[in-house]
């Protein structure tokens, strides 16, 4: 899942970034309101961790902007004001969830994990794809009752994979949802990564769930 | 506490006894007379028909007893006694039997009236008659008689003292009744005429933080008490303009604290997530030990504001060497300055040498001097100078100039050139600490834009 962060106050933009890649997530971060908003329109971020007192433009003009444009990114609040009306208008004006500074860490992750869930229509944190097994909060992987072991960017594969599950992705779209700018990744990555994923999820069972749609692109689920 | 309601039904209740008081006497007094008056005219009519049953008889005197019931009677009777000059009794009253009336005094003719003691104990009044005698069938025109008689007439005065007495009680039941009654209306009145101060009170009650921006309506207030409100209204409304503001700053102080704490929370909670080297931990506990700095950096200013704002701070006056003083200031500077290509030229005479408090003026020059560093463009230039008779100081910068709109606001407190600069030591107050301290300094803090598009702030000392 890929996410953008627009924060200012760049020692928490540093280690919020840090802890979003560390729990699996791919980051872009902006300093100010107006790369954020281009960042924000230029790319399909799975969600959007705003900032509101932001130079050149504040994240509620973002937000703002960003909605009246149709975007329906997930959008979640951080913000150091804490008072009502605030909390009222960040989330009136489109936001998902309104997070007010100082908040846990932990709080932060689960709360982004609920925004992406429901952007993927997913009900809760274990999604089954016939036999496999993908818990979101652990990022642990099932097959058949075994745990798989997975590296981080195949976890991040499997996980966007099985959030759009039964339908066919394209790799440019994999691209955009698993690897940010930092990443630079090479041409055939995306055909390697699936590769590697197909060894430790399909090998050693009769029915396969990645699938290969020759021309198009990849897709997880039971078998047509 | 005495109520004005209390004082002034008091008052009124007051006022009206004492002129029921001096209408009761006013009006037992003049009674009184009246009836005195009254029992003279009569007692006069009585003793002139006694005086004139003395008659003069050829040298003789005689009296010719008529009937006089009010003198026969035998309850409460009248009195009568009339002698003849030489001192001989002529005649006494039935009532009288063989005792005699005093003699009232005086020889002359006029009538004496007086109080006494009638025979039988009673209080009476009595009068005093001295006429000629009459004379029998005298033509009209003839001489009157040279012989003259005394009457001295005595009746009780229990009828006139009845009548008073009766009046009188008439008087206080009245005076009563006419008392209690106003002094009830008057409470009334009192109390009614004072309820729209109740109600202001009463709306004064209901006002709480929130509503105190709201005004006591005066229309239809009595104009005895509309001024009282109207100024109450001033009061109020200065009154939330400075609950606004200090909600304002205490709504950007917690932003301001928030952010940064945010960050340590932050950076302290990933850290300790997972396993690391020695090295990536170290890092993090240098993140937060930059970050406690910087939210001491800022607590220290916010209490040293508060400080100034409450006047607890003793100013010192010493030499201060400007020059060392602006060096030592930059030193922790220099090294963003250098990632930022920013010059410094102190342009100020090496014995330059100024009466002040040097710590208050470290204050300033630093956050003057904090403030360039972080506004100026990159590649720009910072140049101090001063020692002058009327300048203290200049710290000029190369710009960007200041927004027109901000100029005036620009020692606000969290007033920032950038909407969003959050931390460290320009956390938005710098600037208000400038002016803060300059104040206590005794100097004038000034902003400007140069005509070069540059940036200068300016400390002087009023002429």
Partial sequence: MRVLLIEDFEPLARSLAQGLREAGYAVDTSADGEEGLALAEGNPYDAILLDVMLPKLDGFAVLRRLRARGATTAVLVLSARDQLPDRVAGLDLGADDYLVKPFAFEELLARLRAVIRRRYLAPSNLVCVADLEIDLAARAVR????????SA???ALLEYLAMRRDQVVTRGEIREHVYDFAAEPASNVVDVYVGYLRKKVDEG???????????????????? | MRSLGFRLTAAVVLVLAGVLAAFAVVTHLVLERALVRQLDLRLAGSAAAIAGMAEDEAGGAEFEAESLPEFERAARPGYFQAWLDDGRVLARSPSLGACDLPRLGGAGSAPVHADLRLPDGRPGRAIQLRQALRIEDAPPGAPPSKRFVTVVAAVGTEDARETLAAVSRWLWLLGATAFATAAGATLV????????????????????????????????????????????????????????????????VSHELRTPLSALRTTLEVAAAQDRPATAYRAALADATALAVQMQ??????????????RQIPVAAEAVDLRRLVEDCWRPFAAEAGERRLRLT????????????????????????ANATAYTAPGGSITVR???????????????PIPEDLLPRIFDRFSRGDAARSGGVHCGIGLALVRGVCALLGLDASAANTPDGGVRFRLTRPA
């Avoid at chain 1, 290969?212 to 897709?219: A, E, N, V």
């Avoid at chain 2, 709480?208 to 239809?220: K, V, Y």
């Fill in chain 1, 143 to 150: 097959r058949a009752g075994r745990p798989i072991a997975l």
């Fill in chain 1, 153 to 155: 960017l195949e976890y």
């Fill in chain 1, 205 to 224: 069972h009769d029915s396969r769930l990645i699938h290969t749609h020759r021309g198009l692109g990849y897709s997880l689920g039971t078998p047509p």
């Fill in chain 2, 189 to 252: 009145v009192v109390r009614r005429g004072l309820r729209p101060a109740r109600a202001v009170a009463a709306q004064l009650d209901a006002l709480d933080a929130a509503g105190i921006g709201n005004p006591i309506p005066t229309a239809g207030l009595p104009t005895e008490i509309a001024p009282i409100v109207s100024k109450l209204n001033e009061l109020l409304a200065r009154l939330a303009a400075s609950f606004a503001r200090e909600r304002r700053f205490t709504a950007d």
């Fill in chain 2, 297 to 310: 950096a800022l607590v220290g200013n916010l209490l040293l504001l508060a400080r100034l704002d409450a």
């Fill in chain 2, 346 to 369: 102190i342009q100020l005479p090496a014995d330059c040498a100024v009466v002040s408090d040097p710590e208050k003026l470290r204050i300033v020059v630093t956050n003057l001097l």
């Fill in chain 2, 386 to 400: 001063g020692g002058s008779a009327e300048t203290l100081l200049e710290v000029a910068d190369s710009g960007p």
